[in-house]
């Protein structure tokens, strides 16, 4: 079992930039690909970016690519989004999320989920 915390989420301007982070607690000396998702009011959960075990294998949604980039720092425990030149559709809430899959960028196989952080971008 492993517990999630997000931080970061915060209300910008387009163009702006927010870095989430993702703290995990608890059985974290097993190996977990982490990923982060977002949802919209009204709208579907969806992947953002996925990234595995050794930080070696990344993926990226299509509406985020060269604008998002996910990373992690397994000593601490953290895995991290930086979002760069945001826009009014990046609004949603953000969750992190962890698979006990070695890479997934699937939603069902995650299985642990943190509360997620809200971030606004306006016009």
């Known amino acids: 079992q492993v517990q999630l915390v997000e931080s970061g989420g915060d209300s910008v301007l387009a163009g702006g930039s927010l870095r989430l982070s993702c703290a995990a607690s608890?059985?974290?000396?097993?190996?977990?690909?982490m990923g982060w998702f977002r949802q919209a009011p009204g709208k579907e959960r969806k992947i953002v970016a996925a990234?595995?075990?050794?930080?070696?294998?990344?993926y990226y949604a299509d509406s985020v690519k060269g604008r998002f980039t996910i990373s992690r720092d397994n000593a601490k425990s953290t895995v991290y989004l930086q979002m760069n030149s945001l826009k009014p559709e990046d609004t949603a809430v953000y969750y992190c999320?962890?698979?006990?899959?070695?890479?997934?960028?699937?939603?069902?196989?995650?299985?642990?989920w943190g509360q997620g952080t809200q971030v606004t971008v306006s016009s």
């Open positions: 999320a962890a698979t006990e899959q070695f890479f997934s960028v699937v939603l069902v196989d995650y299985a642990y």
């Open positions: 608890g059985r974290t000396s097993r190996t977990y690909g």
């Open positions: 990234i595995n075990w050794t930080g070696g294998n990344t």
